[in-house]
């Protein structure tokens, strides 16, 4: 790999180090490390807040809404790649850059930057709420910390969060190539799995036993929740599925770019399988006490010591698979806001100042806001329908109805209208029930 030659900016610029076209175009990876990698991108935080979607929802229509979602990113990722194979640029920026200048690209990075900060803000906080425990939504619900060590001023969420990001996230941060992380990936994904296998085996034996909650499985407008209120669901699931600025950077390393179609469908269909299975059995086991944080619910404050060994182990190995996932993301968001406020310094790792000051400045960011933010509900719906519905629904979209090639057909284009005024509507009926229920004190 030869080193980048610019941060990030340029219509060539990807979203990852730049690679030379022979690697991009000679890779070596097949179809399942494509699906694995994808797989790794799509889930993140947005799975701890599916069980959530179901209680706003109810089970048939967030089911639906996970199907529609999937669906939607499919044929907008079927836009990027179809205007990549007949364009002369490898990322996403470079595609915008073609139809619509530097602005478009500076708009892409923006909503990447936007979308990165957020996931990450998003993993502190649930880290938080595995260690210190969340006491945001109704009754306190504990962190592990505090059941094993009961109250310490060293176990309170601003001390176990610092403790952390310096010792345990800083060193992973300070590695200047994304590569240098792969088996901290593998083991994510692997502690990924674990969390969804014992999430789904609680609930078959809470079946069994009869214990389980009843699941509504159309939404209760009797409750006091409004039809608005029912979009705010809608940008959880996009922000869940939003992926689209490591397509280009998956797609490089295939044998065959061609492949990269199948392995977004069968990345999608796996996807879309384990939010489904883990949005039903959280709240097959919850019910309306589904917090927005379902690992909150995990607390283990009931129950046997196996139950309440069972639930600690929910919490920490998907606690641990999000630090592990962290610098991944971090390393992403560095990258793009580097190349916004630097575009013409030499590259980042070649930077010693440069690098420090960014890596820094983004864990104290993140730190702050993850104390002062209590609800990642909150964040799901902000970010969800501003930079995430930009990156995998309007942006796409925007191309295909700009046509740069001349080679969107009729249909194309109809898809593509429809896609933006779904966002933009559902989007904006959700930040204006956001910010309507702010101001009558509902948040």
């Known amino acids: 790999?030869?080193?980048?030659?610019?941060?990030?900016?340029?219509?060539?610029?990807?979203?990852?180090?730049?690679?030379?076209?022979?690697?991009?175009?000679?890779?070596?990876?097949?179809?399942?490390?494509?699906?694995?990698?994808?797989?790794?991108?799509?889930?993140?935080?947005?799975?701890?807040?599916?069980?959530?979607?179901?209680?706003?929802?109810?089970?048939?229509?967030?089911?639906?809404?996970?199907?529609?979602?999937?669906?939607?990113?499919?044929?907008?990722?079927?836009?990027?790649?179809?205007?990549?194979?007949?364009?002369?640029?490898?990322?996403?920026?470079?595609?915008?850059?073609?139809?619509?200048?530097?602005?478009?690209?500076?708009?892409?990075?923006?909503?990447?930057?936007?979308?990165?900060?957020?996931?990450?803000?998003m993993y502190l906080i649930i880290i938080g709420d595995v260690l210190a425990g969340n006491q945001s939504e109704g009754d306190g619900h504990l962190g592990v910390l505090e059941e094993w060590f009961g109250g310490q001023w060293w176990n309170s969420r601003p001390a176990a969060l610092l403790f952390t990001l310096v010792v345990v996230l800083l060193p992973l941060l300070l590695l200047r190539r994304v590569d240098s992380l792969?088996?901290?990936?593998?083991?994510?994904?692997?502690?990924a799995v674990v969390f969804v296998a014992i999430s789904c085996a609680l609930a078959v034996v809470a079946l069994i036993k009869g214990s389980t909650m009843s699941p509504?499985?159309?939404?209760?407008?009797?409750?006091?929740?409004?039809?608005?209120?029912?979009?705010?669901a809608v940008p959880v699931i996009v922000l869940a599925f939003t992926f689209h600025f490591n397509v280009h950077p998956i797609r490089a390393e295939l044998n065959k770019s061609s492949d990269m179609t199948k392995a977004v469908r069968i990345s999608l269909v796996l996807c879309s399988t384990i939010y489904a299975a883990v949005g039903l059995s959280g709240y097959l086991l919850f019910g309306d006490a589904t917090m927005a944080d379902i690992?909150?619910?995990?607390?283990?404050?009931a129950g046997s010591g196996i139950a309440s060994l069972i639930n600690d182990l929910v919490r920490l190995s998907y606690g641990l698979h999000l630090i592990l996932v962290y610098p991944l993301l971090n390393f992403s968001l560095r990258i793009n806001l580097d190349g916004l406020f630097f575009p013409n310094s030499r590259p980042l790792p070649y930077d010693n100042t440069r690098f420090l000051c960014l890596t820094v400045g983004l864990a104290v960011l993140v730190y702050?806001?993850?104390?002062?933010?209590?609800?990642?509900?909150?964040?799901?719906?902000?970010?969800?329908?501003?930079?995430?519905?930009?990156?995998?629904?309007?942006f796409p979209a925007s191309i295909v109805l700009k046509d740069v090639h001349g080679i969107a057909r009729r249909v194309d284009k109809l898809v593509a209208a429809a896609m933006i005024m779904l966002a933009v509507v559902t989007s904006g009926i959700a930040i204006s029930s956001n910010v309507m229920s702010y101001f009558k004190g509902q948040v």
């Open 182 to 191: 792969q088996y901290s990936s593998a083991m994510s994904v692997f502690l």
């Open 1 to 121: 790999m030869a080193p980048p030659t610019s941060s990030a900016g340029s219509a060539q610029t990807p979203l990852l180090p730049t690679y030379d076209a022979a690697e991009s175009v000679h890779g070596s990876a097949a179809v399942s490390g494509a699906v694995f990698n994808l797989s790794t991108s799509i889930i993140g935080a947005g799975i701890m807040s599916i069980p959530a979607t179901l209680k706003v929802l109810g089970v048939v229509p967030a089911l639906s809404l996970i199907l529609a979602v999937a669906i939607l990113c499919d044929v907008s990722v079927e836009f990027l790649l179809r205007y990549t194979h007949s364009g002369k640029v490898m990322s996403y920026a470079g595609i915008m850059a073609e139809s619509f200048g530097k602005a478009g690209a500076m708009a892409l990075q923006l909503c990447v930057v936007l979308t990165n900060l957020g996931a990450l803000i």
């Open 295 to 301: 690992l909150s619910n995990f607390d283990g404050v």
């Open 216 to 232: 509504r499985l159309l939404p209760d407008l009797s409750s006091g929740t409004s039809f608005y209120d029912l979009f705010t």
């Open 368 to 394: 702050i806001a993850a104390i002062v933010i209590p609800n990642i509900w909150t964040l799901f719906q902000f970010f969800g329908s501003t930079s995430a519905v930009c990156l995998s629904l309007i």
